[in-house]
């Protein structure tokens, strides 16, 4: 059994986006914060901070979650998966970050990142989605500017374009 | 906006769970999905002196087909359950209660039985297990103790689990070829439910119906002959409460209409 006191400062290690990074993190620290703040990570944005707003949404061993609700300790020995993983290294943007900008999905990208991420996960496990699926996926989402509609249909041409 | 410090340990056997759960009592938690005690531990609404995280705890990741019931272990998340190939078939009203439990995302980590320990008395699962009368397997150092849904949801986030316990698993019993309904009103797709009303159609034409969202706990009730008229007096008998969201007179008013319409859809797919 793994106990941490929470006086400990153990180091948590963890595979970013395909890199193996590590750094230290007291129990009570949010896996919202070890990315940012520890890791420097900071594509991951920070909203409400108790699970409403999905700014936060990571994926852990694939799966999107709330980054924000789930502590960093948790993650040690885990595959996290952020925005920052979505472009290519020469900065071309991946097919779904392309139907958002073609489809303005986004105004201030607050929100965009965690929105990205649930969809990485959702349209891979439901690759031919209902627009009322893709609806049902983001109302885990707020946005509070450019609104809806332009990200439905994002998720929509990304997903007609998809093989 | 952050958690004030705490001990943490991750138990690998659930036997190691209900040892620290003897040791710390009621200053430990239990940390399954977190989807509700995270919140409330970065809003600092509690403090434990010790958080106890069973979600790798491997014996109780899995969900258990014993014949009359379905068991549910205590680390199996929400959207595991809704994608058990034989939820529609044998749990209808848990199939057609789920999609309703909060969003994609937090139905990834989100557990069945950490909702139903919650007891927040405007949930579907709490709801679905009082309706379907399944049961709570409560396990400490002491020993395990089975109790049913009607027993161990008392009040508002209160119920019967002394603070040594684990809730180990939940029971649902088969409800196979049962014609179920479940509707619920809600501010926003996925947020907590004003009203939420579950019903079940039994093979003698009576209709049990449980409400959420307008007592401390859901309430449940056969109903035979006219639906309309036994809802409309039972809304009255409730009162119901009122809140940020929506008024007791709102929530009695939401239960009328929902009431009937969803015995309506546990009658036609009966």
Redesign the interface.
Known sequence: ???????DRPRVTLMLNGKRLSAEA???M?LS?FLRHALGATGTHVGC???IC?CC?VLIDG????S????A??AEGREVTTVESLAAADGALNPLQQAFRNNHALQCGFCTPGILM?FT??LRRNPKPSTEQIR??L??HICRCTGYAGIVKAVEEAAKSAP | ????????????TAA?AVALLAEYGDAARVLAG??SL??M???RLIDPDM?I?I?QVKELGAICDLGDVIEIGAAVTQNKLLAWPQLKQKLPLVAAAL?YV?????R??GTVCGSIAHADPSSELPLALAVSHGEVVLRSARGERVLPASEFQQDMLTTAREADELVAAVRFPVMAGQGVGFHEVAR???DFAIIAVAAAAAKDNTIRVGVGGIAGRPMVRDIHGDAAGAIGAWAEELEGYEDLHASAALRRDLFRKLGPHVIAQAKGKA
């Open positions: 059994m793994r106990r941490v006191d929470r006086n007291e129990p009570r949010l914060d901070e108790h699970g999905g949404t799966v999107a979650q709330r924000c609700l789930t502590l300790v948790q649930s996960d959702y049902d996926v109302s885990g | 906006m952050k958690p004030r410090p705490f001990d943490y340990a991750q138990p690998d190691e977190g989807q995270v919140p531990l970065n809003l958080l995280d979600s999609p909060g969003h994609f995302q937090t990834n980590k926003r797709h996925g």
